[in-house]
């Protein structure tokens, strides 16, 4: 059984397939405003899910959409949904220098901002791409003026990770938190178990148990994560990508909604600032080395 105190954070990066790091090879970012763009669709769907099962949540999303679709900011708000920053046109923040990743975090903030009319706490990097090498990147956010961040991942990939960062909430530069995705330890391992392609990978079961492990065992609320995308099994296939960017991006997607609705009924969840800036991390915060 899951603790009766303990509400995990769900969380949902609003991007559309078109923009997904793994296809910034095969897509010109000139070629955006020419795809077909279908993230309003699935982002109401997603709210129609939420709002049916009492939920709320937290909407990390970029610049980009909220400047073409500002309407759909409004009703992420007016859901009682928390709005986040993913970035204003989904760079990798590994891949910024110190001066862009500036103007892109203010940038997107402050769209998020004037579209909605309220404040921006949270921030998260495309593609988990804070790590060892721009931890630098922490002070930019701090003097943009966010709260906490959700950009780093404790594992090993071929595309992020940082697996000797510390696993749940700590303090990384002044009163800025860092709160990464989660991972359950397990044979000396972080083993990912925070949704994403790990979650249409998983059979459900699995991904049920170690979200459930994280809450027994170590008494922490866990961060979960997906995209609008993955619940859209009608979206356009995007040629001549090479087979693990295919089998990565596509597996299992016309499972997604049913397991979130699942996933729903299973856990307590709620919104990352409710979570975590009001006193709701369940262990005492670190100063990040």
């Known amino acids: 059984m899951v603790p009766a105190a303990i509400t995990n954070a769900l969380t949902i990066d609003v991007e559309d397939y078109f923009q997904v790091s793994a296809f910034a090879p095969y897509i010109a970012r000139d070629d955006w405003d020419r795809r077909e763009c279908r993230v309003e669709r699935n982002v109401d769907r997603i709210l129609q899910l939420l709002a049916d099962h009492g939920t709320q949540a937290t909407f990390f999303t970029l610049g980009w959409v909220a400047e073409r679709y500002p309407q759909l900011v409004r009703r992420i708000v007016d859901g009682g949904h928390e709005l986040a920053s993913h970035g204003y046109g989904h760079e990798r923040a590994s891949d910024l220098t110190r001066d862009a990743f500036m103007h892109d975090v203010t940038r997107a903030k402050g769209l998020l901002e004037d579209v909605s009319g309220q404040a921006v706490h949270g921030y998260r990097a495309p593609s988990f791409s804070i790590g060892r090498r721009n931890l630098w990147a922490f002070e930019c956010l701090a003097r943009a003026g966010h709260r906490y961040s959700s950009s780093i991942y404790p594992i090993r990939h071929d595309h992020y990770g940082m697996p000797d960062a510390p696993r749940f909430a700590h303090r990384v530069h002044g009163d800025l938190l860092e709160v990464p995705a989660t ?39 866990a961060v979960f994560y997906f995209h609008p995308w993955e619940i859209d099994a009608q979206q356009p296939r995007i040629d001549g990508i090479d087979a693990k960017t295919r089998f990565r991006h596509y597996v299992n997607i016309p499972r997604v909604e049913r397991r979130l609705a699942q996933l729903l009924r299973d856990f307590r969840w709620g919104r990352m600032d409710h979570i975590f800036l009001r006193g709701g991390a369940t262990a005492p915060l670190k100063q990040a080395a």
């Open 183 to 221: 991972t359950l330890r397990l044979f000396e391992r972080n083993l990912p178990c925070s949704g994403g392609g790990y979650f249409r990978l998983l059979p459900y079961p699995v991904s049920r148990w170690m979200i459930r492990r994280v809450n027994a065992a170590d008494g922490q609320a």
